[in-house]
Each structure stands twice: as C-alpha cells, then as structure tokens.
C-alpha cells in the first residue's frame, strides 16, 4: 500500500512537511475527553402517552481540541463534540403500561481555521424514540438545526429540521 501513497508513511512524522505549506507539521492538538454517567429518576407528561415515571441512566461524553498545535485565545475551541445517550425505562401512572425510550443528542463546533475560531459551524441533532405496552411505536422525534457563522462571526446560514409524529 505504501507503494500507491508514497507520502502515507510520513503520516504520523511531526518533522514530515506539511502539505498545505510545505514547511514542518504542527504538532498534535490538545484534546480533552471527558465521559459521565448519571442515574435519572423523574415524572414527565408525554403528548402521546400522559404521565409517566422513568428512570434509566444518561450517558454524557464531552470532547473538544482546545487547539490543532498552534496558539490560540484561552477561551477558543477549534473542535468540540457533545454526545448523549439516554436510555429509560418508564411505568405510566394511568395506566400502568410500560415503556421505554431512547434517546440520542449530538452537538458539534467546528472551525476549519487552524489558528481562528471563524468561521465556525454549530450542528445540533436530536434523535427520541419511544416504545409503548404492546411493541408500538407512537412517538418519533428528530430535530437538526445548522447554524454557520462566517469569518467576522455574522449568522450567514441557519437551518431548522423538526419532524414529531404520534402514532
């Protein structure tokens, strides 16, 4: 393989040239990864369901690069990912029923800039699922919303998806 990519093998050499100018690479970025867990317990009104009692875990894993190798201001961030997983186990107070849901939210920021925090893209995305007694599906939620900010920090794009439906 290296033989069709001749330049695969410098990959990983910081003192490899860089290909965008030439010169020496970067070095690696400061990164930071950090995972929690947290045991939830609460009543909640459902629009398909009516009220109930779930509990379940939530699983929150926080990374960013603070930088790509190069110095930044102390509050930039040039790459962050925010992801949770929640996964719940619910009984209605009504009617008894039980339920379960599942959920995921991913929120991302990114600046293709090695040294400014422009332009930036934000880039949020919801998924929920819930299942009811009997295996349905009644509710489906999926929202994503894009937001680009250019190089003075203007909003020069921003996107809006929701869909809910009850089944």
Known sequence: ALALFPGAAACGDPSAPDPAGGGPASPAAATVTN???FQLDFVDLMPCTGEVHWTGTLRLVDHLSVNRGVPLDPDAVQHHVISESTNLSGIG?????????????????????????????????????????????????????????NGAGQLVLDEFRFGDTCG
Request: proline share 7%; no cysteine; net charge positive.
């Open 93 to 149: 107070l009504t009617s008894g029923g039980a339920y379960r849901m599942l959920s995921s939210l991913t929120g991302s920021t990114q600046s293709e800039s090695p040294v400014n925090t422009f332009p930036t893209t934000f880039t949020i995305i919801l998924h929920q699922r819930l299942f009811v007694p009997g295996g349905g599906l009644p509710e489906m939620l999926t929202v994503r919303v894009k937001l680009l900010l």
């Open 35 to 37: 995972i929690s867990l």
